[in-house]
């Protein structure tokens, strides 16, 4: 799929403890709308810290940790696609 909910719809839920590289995160940025509208690709998971690159409309494409508060705040799920 090309969206973001859509790709949320496939593969295997897993728990943030289980997340491991190459997983995808899913998030609800937009807190006026009930549908995922965002997803990251896990590239590393160490102590607790979960790191994922993800595209952004103003910075393009960065790197980011799901201990920051916006993104914890705004996440739905983990899958495991393969």
Do not use: C
């Amino acid at each position: 799929p090309r969206v973001s909910r859509d790709m949320a719809k496939r593969g295997k839920e897993i728990s943030l403890s289980k997340v491991k590289k190459g997983d995808l995160l899913f998030f609800r940025t937009n807190k006026s709308r009930r549908n995922i509208n965002h997803v990251a690709l896990v590239i590393s998971h160490k102590k607790g810290q979960i790191r994922f690159v993800h595209a952004t409309s103003s910075r393009g494409v960065i790197v980011s940790s799901l201990s920051e508060k916006y993104w914890k705040n705004a996440f739905v799920k983990a899958t495991k696609i393969l």
